[in-house]
T-cell receptor
């Protein structure tokens, strides 16, 4: 099945900078999820979005469910070194869940 | 908190060996999933199960089988391991059937097939 288009593939930023990444699809979804994965670990859920247009925050993280239901973005404000990891999106429609390939974030102190 | 555990964090097997990867969740979730994760390809669904003794093929079931004898346990089986099955394997579980269930992941098993 078609996976999601996630960009950028990687980011190198300075501590304190804001970060933005997004996912797009040719298909619509009812749910958008954002996960973070640390090296050698399983993905951990950051934010879940269930409604088109929904904007949800979790601390320094903010994510939005696109109005068209075909996209979502994740913003991280004032990045810190522990934000390092791979972030990836997931879109779900009924029993079908698709994943982005991930954005690898590196934060330089 | 949801807890999904996987029996091994790292495994090294030889080509042709039969490999069992075990996953257990403690939240009475109906739905369980097995994915493999490879660089640049993201997560790809191998098999999933919506109930005990039920299984459905995902996107890449070839070379794999699964077993769900108990609700909390979902096993992935590589009948005859091959080098192209070297990967990170992730198990996930979710509750409900609304189509908006959040999947919770285990820590992963990194399998190397020599």
């Amino acid at each position: 099945g078609q996976q999601l288009n996630q960009s950028p593939q990687s980011m190198f930023i300075q501590e304190g900078e804001d970060v933005s990444m997004n996912c797009t699809s040719s298909s619509i979804f009812n749910t958008w999820l954002w996960y973070k994965q640390d090296p050698g670990e399983g993905p951990v859920l950051l934010i879940a979005l269930y409604k088109a247009g929904e904007l949800t925050s979790n601390g320094r993280l903010t994510a939005q469910f696109g109005i068209t239901r075909k996209d979502s973005f994740l913003n991280i404000s004032a990045s810190i070194p522990s934000d390092v990891g791979i972030y990836f999106c997931a879109g779900q429609l009924a029993s079908d869940m698709r994943f982005g390939a991930g954005t690898r974030l590196t934060v330089k102190p | 908190d949801v807890k999904v555990t996987q029996s091994s964090r790292y495994l090294v097997k030889r080509t042709g060996e039969k490999v069992f990867l075990e996953c257990v969740q403690d939240m009475d979730h109906e739905n369980m999933f097995w994915y493999r994760q490879d660089p640049g390809l993201g997560l790809r669904l191998i098999y999933f199960s919506y109930d005990v003794k039920m299984k459905e093929k995902g996107d890449i079931p070839e070379g794999y089988s699964v077993s769900r004898e108990k609700k909390e346990r979902f096993s992935l089986i590589l009948e005859s391991a091959s080098t192209n099955q070297t990967s990170m394997y992730l198990c996930a579980s979710s509750f409900g059937s609304s189509g908006q269930e959040t999947q919770y992941f285990g820590p992963g098993t990194r399998l190397l097939v020599l």
